[in-house]
Structures are given as C-alpha cells and as structure tokens.
C-alpha cells in the first residue's frame, strides 16, 4: 500500500483548511497553482471588455463572441477529454491544455484586431478543458489526508482564481487592456513547468478506463440526466447574460468593473461550497434547485429594471448579489446530475457539460443582438428572467420525491458536485 492509500484511508472525515494544505507534496502544490491561474481566466476578460471594444474598435456583438466561443469549444471539448486522457494519459492532457493557455495568453496580448482575439480565445477555451478534465483527478491521486482534504484544495483554488482573476484583470487593465493576458501567459507558464516536472508519468493506455468520444452523448439517453442538463442549459444561459453582458452595460473603468465581479466571484465561490449543502438539506433536491432558480430571477428582474432606469448603482448590486444563487445552483444542479447518472462519474459529468455550455454559449452569441433586436440594453436580463422560467418547468420534470437529503450524504455528494461543477468551468 503507498503512502497516499494509506491516508487516504486513515484520514478524518473533516478538516480544516490548515489541516488539509500542511505537509502536502510538490505535485499537489503545483497542479492547485495551475488551476487557480486557469479559474482566474474565468473573469479575467470581464473588467477589460469595454476597453477591448474601444480599442479595437470593435461592436458588442463582437466582443461579447469573446465569452461564445470561449465556452463554444467547451461544448465540443466535453466529448474528447474523456478520450484524450485515455489515449493519452493525463498529465499529457493536462500539459498539453496548460500549454494551449500559454500560447493564447501570451499572443492574445499582441493581437490587433478582434477576429485574432476571438480565435485565440477558441484556443484558450480548448485549452482550460482539457487541463480542467485531468486537474481534479491529480489533486485527489496525491493530495495526503484523503479526498476531504483534496476537496478543500481543490475549492481554494477555485475561490481564488474567480476572485483574483476579475482583480488581476482590472488592476492590469487600468495600465492596458494587453497586459492582464501577458500577465496570465506569464504565470501559467510557470504552472506549466513546474506541472510538467513535479506530476508523476503516465502509465500505459492498458491501465486506464477506455472511453469513447461518443459516451458522452450515450450518457444521456439516461432521462434524469438528460432533463437536468436541460434545465441546467437554460439557468446556465443565464449565468452568462450577467458576465457576458454586464461589462458593456456598465461601461466602467476597468478597475470599478473589477471590483464588481471580484464580489460576485467570492459570492459564487462561497456559496457554492457552504451554502448548497443547506439549501438541499433543508428544502431537497429539487425544492431547492428550483427555489435558487426563482432568486437568480428575482435578481435578472432587478438588473433589468436598472439597466431599463440607466441605474449602475441597482444593477452593479445585482451582479454581485446574483452570485450567492449561481453558486447555489452551480454545485446543486450538478449534484442533481451526480445522482442522475448510471455509468462512470467522468462520463456522465461529460454528457451534461455538453448541454449545459451549450445553453451559456448560445447566451453569449445572443446577448448583444437581443439588445439591438428590441432596442433596449435591459432586453437580454428580461430574457434571462424567461430562461429561468425554461429551467424551473425541466427541473420540475425530474423524477424522485423532493425530499431533504440526510445531512451527511448531503454534504459528501454536494463536496463533490463542488468540485465536478468547478472543473468545468
């Protein structure tokens, strides 16, 4: 038995983050670095976009394509990360990912024109997928103190990169809108390095779990699965009116829009992990699922209503409040889709990431034209509103009682829905 087995089976079954971080090795420390650079990347591009669309002289319809295809590529990368890590193993996944960020990072930074920008931001989206599909798993294979202690890691590294990326971008921002992406290149580099010398080699294809391109797809002939995807897709959809579309609503100094989506990314962050467990516990499943989604409403009705009175004050509140119910309903959705699927977690995490980017790349393309089709800049949160009343009636269509879940199961697949929601983000 390796020393890693034996902690994982002697370790507590709650610890503290000081307990969870001490005594960890070199691999751990250097995958958890990589993906806080990678989850910055995240909201990264929020606090600049108006800068972006000045300089390069360039329409909402264009700028917001930065976040469609962005998420557009992850649609498609859901069906191949499972075969590439097969066929390849995942730590040449993993570098191969870390590198296609470095490249698009770092030539993002000289690009002249729009069109070069949305393309390197395809490279970008291929990139953070297939790093995010191998990440987790080699956090939890070496973490020392069991997969508890893993899921901490693992969930720091998400509350930083989504609220340092927003503050790295504004900060960086304020000098120009180039150098929050040289900035990124730089440092995930040396995430890259210090990957590509410090995670353990690849055993042979035999050893690892075949997986086809196609099994994605086939998970969701599963009917539970395939609904909650739905659902997801739409409340998804509207996630990302509130990143893709509040920057040019806003039209703020970098630094102001910042400081704005710094407060939404600790409020999803902090949410997603101390507050869904609740959630679910106290109301159920699907009670709780749907509740979450009539707050995120609620808010996208309030962010209208600003926008509709020009009124930055109510919808800059309303970006940063909407955050407490996506963290809800990123880690609660994907919970509901855990207990869902029949087959491997990695597969069936696979099949509804596939729906759900959809549903937040179509959002993306869509925003800026909503706005110019019914002349109004509030039209795409009053859609948002709609999507949400799409996402309540599929929820509504899973099957089971919604029932509160025991305290302890909650809390164990809700951990890990955390985790598995995180990694594709």
């Known amino acids: ?10 370790a507590p079954e709650h610890q503290g983050f000081l307990d969870a971080v001490r005594g960890q090795p070199v691999a751990v420390w250097a995958t958890a670095f990589a993906a806080v650079i990678a989850f910055m990347g995240i909201g990264l591009v929020d606090p600049i976009l108006p800068e972006i669309a000045k300089q390069l002289d360039a329409g909402a319809d264009k700028v917001t394509l930065l976040f469609a295809v962005y998420m557009g590529v992850q649609v498609l990368a859901m069906l191949i990360t499972g075969y590439c890590s097969y066929r390849f193993g995942p730590k040449r996944t993993l570098i191969a990912g870390l590198v296609f960020i470095v490249v698009a990072a770092g030539v993002s930074a000289t690009a002249n024109g729009i069109g070069e920008l949305i393309a390197l931001r395809v490279a970008w989206g291929l990139g953070n997928a297939l790093f995010m599909a191998t990440a987790l798993a080699f956090i939890i294979g070496s973490a020392r103190g069991g997969q508890h202690g893993a899921i901490l890691l693992y969930e720091a590294a ?7 990326g927003p503050l790295i971008g504004a900060i960086l921002g304020e000098w120009t809108w180039r150098a929050p992406f040289g900035g990124t290149a730089i440092l995930m580099a040396i995430g890259a390095i210090l990957c590509a010398t410090k995670l353990t080699k690849d055993g042979p294809s035999s050893e ?22 739905i659902g997801s897709a739409f409340y998804t959809a509207g996630f990302f009116t509130v990143i893709a579309w509040a920057p040019i609503v806003l039209d703020m100094r970098p630094i102001y829009l910042g400081l704005v989506f710094v407060g939404w990314g600790l409020c999803v962050a902090l949410s997603g992990v101390t507050l869904a467990p609740r959630v ?8 709780g699922v749907i509740s979450a989604v009539g707050v995120f409403a609620v808010v996208m009705a309030a962010a209208a209503i600003g926008t509709a009175g020009d009124n930055k004050a109510v919808v800059m509140a309303a970006i940063i409040v909407s955050g407490i119910p996506s963290g809800v309903l990123n880690t609660a959705l994907t919970g509901m889709a855990m207990a869902a699927g029949t087959g491997p977690r990695s597969v069936s995490s696979a099949g509804y990431n596939f729906l759900r980017w959809m549903g937040a790349a179509v959002s993306a393309l869509l925003v800026a034209h909503l706005a110019e089709w019914f002349d109004s800049n509030a039209a795409p949160y009053w859609f948002a509103v709609g999507y949400c009343a799409v996402a309540v009636l599929a929820i509504s269509m899973v099957g089971g009682a919604p029932k509160p879940e025991p305290s302890l199961e909650t809390e164990r697949r809700f951990g890990e829905a955390a985790l598995v929601g995180a990694e594709e983000l």
């Open 158 to 164: 998400l509350g930083l990169g989504l609220a340092v």
């Open 280 to 287: 679910v516990e106290a109301l159920g499943e699907k009670l």
């Open 1 to 10: 038995m390796t020393s890693t087995q034996a902690d994982l089976q002697h």
């Open 208 to 229: 690892r779990p075949k997986v086809g391109i196609t099994d994605p797809l086939r998970a969701l002939k599963n009917r539970k699965l395939l609904v909650t995807g």
